[in-house]
């Protein structure tokens, strides 16, 4: 075994070059096989490092631990900590074929990703860029995303375990690290076993820019709507056709202007037209329901299904029809009976000279379903930014801040469990 760990960029080039994306259409478990592959070469990396009771089970988790080496004051075994991270990348964009570049000592301006394509990451459109004068840019050839999201998590995550087994003087209590599949597509905490996993507390590493450690997320739901109209010859339509495509459009139009992803911000929620489809026959439409607040949330689904009614009772009952899930709830609740956790890493970041922020997401996390399941579970940073972009990046630099800071998360556990 090698003295010093190896580098996050290592691990982090490494992993990126594996296709995971999901596909939310497939129904095996994991939905892709690069997710699989990459699960594969984790386990054996684990094995590798030392790490007991490494596991791929038969749905593409990888769980793995490493022993306590101390003990609670008063001689009793300290609740055990977790850390995950996500196989798999977004649907959202292209992730075949990653070609990752690192840009070294940026000295500010655009960032060239592609000549080819005339593609740059410019400060200008994306202003995050301009807090990383001197760093080194991790960003792909803009062909693809880069991927950060999460295997910056899963690099970050390995560099911890690495040198927790490095050294062995390094007090922290029972560690658990699990990989999951398919977050992106809303599955990975579904075959998820908590029970096994064991951890009393864990964090997903999942976030955005280096300091930030997350609480709050979205609760969210999926609505379907289904638009049957009637179709006649346009010479012959008056009083018989009924235009599926203009009923759609109205619809959409019942909906309150300000309430879309691209109006809002913070804890504002939204409706998002996702997906839709159809003809002067038929149209399918996908929405999005998003919000903080439960009560907000709650009137956001109910005033889907008063447009569904309006419109039925304007053009005939069964013209509309809308079906309605929720797919997960803001962690924020089974969180904050153990604001420890938050306060623990905000302690370590402030100790390795940042500032600690804690943003509410503006999405979900395995987090989230996994604090529902009983498994408290907030979110810390990864260092990444413009995630499921092709002009997503990451500084090096505050990978390495990350690997630093789970390391001080899992020393600190100690101290927060005496002092509970």
Not at 40 to 60: C, N, P, Q, Y
Not at 72 to 80: F, K, M, R, V, Y
Not at 220 to 240: D, Q, S
Request: hydrophobic fraction near 35%; proline fraction near 5%; include cysteine.
């Amino acid at each position: 075994m090698s003295t010093a760990p190896e580098s996050v960029l290592s691990r982090f080039l490494r992993y990126v070059a594996f296709d995971t994306q999901s596909d939310a259409a497939s129904s095996t478990h994991p939905s892709t096989p690069g997710q699989r592959d990459l699960a594969m070469l984790l386990r054996d990396e684990l094995l590798a490092l030392g790490a007991t009771d490494v596991v791929l089970d038969e749905f593409g988790y990888v769980y793995a631990y490493l022993e306590a080496t101390t003990r609670a004051a008063d001689g009793s075994e300290l609740p055990s900590l977790g850390f995950i991270a996500h196989l798999d990348t977004s649907t959202a964009t292209s992730a075949t074929g990653v070609k990752a570049q690192v840009h070294c000592d940026y000295q500010g301006g655009p960032l060239v990703l592609n000549v080819a394509h005339d593609m740059l990451l410019s400060p200008k459109t994306h202003p995050a860029l301009a807090n990383y004068i001197g760093c080194d840019i991790v960003t792909s050839d803009g062909t693809t995303l880069l991927g950060a999201d999460d295997k910056a998590g899963i690099a970050e995550i390995m560099c911890m375990v690495e040198t927790l087994l490095l050294d062995e003087s390094i007090e922290h209590p029972r560690i658990c690290i699990a990989f999951t599949p398919d977050e992106e597509i809303g599955r990975g905490a579904d075959h998820f076993d908590v029970a096994g996993f064991g951890a009393t507390y864990a964090y997903t590493v999942d976030g955005g820019a280096w300091g930030s450690v997350e609480y709050e997320n979205f609760n969210a739901a999926e609505a379907r709507i289904t638009i049957l109209g009637v179709n006649i010859h346009p010479g012959h339509a008056k009083g018989k056709m009924k235009n599926a495509l203009l009923v759609a459009m109205e619809f959409n139009s019942l909906l309150p202007d300000g309430e879309r992803p691209e109006s809002t911000e913070g804890y504002r929620g939204f409706y998002m037209l996702e997906n839709m489809s159809g003809t002067v026959e038929s149209v399918d439409m996908r929405y999005l329901i998003r919000d903080h607040n439960r009560k907000k949330f709650d009137v956001k689904k109910q005033r889907l299904v008063f447009i569904t009614q309006a419109l039925n009772e304007k053009y005939g009952t069964g013209t509309v029809v809308c079906d309605m899930d929720d797919t997960y709830y803001n962690m924020r609740e089974k969180i904050e009976p153990h604001m420890h956790l938050i306060d623990t890493v905000k302690s370590a970041i402030r100790d390795l000279g940042g500032d600690p922020e804690t943003p509410p997401v503006r999405g979900g996390t395995d987090g989230a379903l996994l604090s529902y399941k009983g498994l408290p579970c907030p979110n810390i940073c990864t260092g990444g930014h413009n995630f499921h972009s092709r002009f997503e990046f990451v500084p090096v630099q505050s990978m390495e801040k990350t690997c630093e800071l789970l390391v001080e998360v899992a020393k600190r556990a100690v101290r927060a469990a005496n002092n509970l």
